[in-house]
């Protein structure tokens, strides 16, 4: 490894639904054609690797639900705090590890629900924020696929929104985070809401704005 690569770190697994292999290899060209080695581990363990870890400049996860130990926990928020990068979309980073506060504090969010099915919903930039590198020159777009309800964390950095309309249990729109990132120590952490299936990262903005975010996140 020359002194100008990074390592990204590459750990799926976990429900099968969301595809975790296929939609991680989607993004290997992507990584390598921007300097990073690829590391791969398709167990958990590897967040109890300090060494491993510390050597790593950006963990890509999409591991959704399963359970993850405290020493698995706090090595991956101390590689985090410490400076690696952690990045993810959809259920792989924020439908994981449910029992895990630690980790929830860390992504800045957890999934609680979505309508079933797809549909068509709107994803909208938050004007404030259109300088962010992760969303610069992207315009608002449409997708189809899951709209996921956020449990989030007021600290995260807000970068689009999606709005649920009044529902049976709720009497007025709700507009929720789909985007955002956050600083955790010396770390960064970048989490996207969309991408269920393949074809989500069809759409330019999808895929634009999930590239950079890895990008961002790296160390």
Known sequence: MTSESRKALLVRGGWEGHQPVKITE????????????IDVSETLEVYADAQRLAATDLVVQCWSMGEITAAQSEGLAAAVRAGTGLAGWHGGIVDAFRGDIGYHRLTGGQFLMHPPGFHDHEVTFVPGRANHPVV??????????????????PLIDVLATTVFPPGEEYDRPVTMPAVWTRNWGAGRVFVSTIGHKPDDFDVPEVRALTERGLLWASR
């Open 136 to 153: 610069t020159g992207l315009a608002d777009f449409r997708v189809h696929t899951e709209q996921y309800w956020m449990s989030t964390d």
């Open 26 to 37: 989607l993004f290997v060209p992507f990584l390598r054609s921007h300097g990073f080695d």
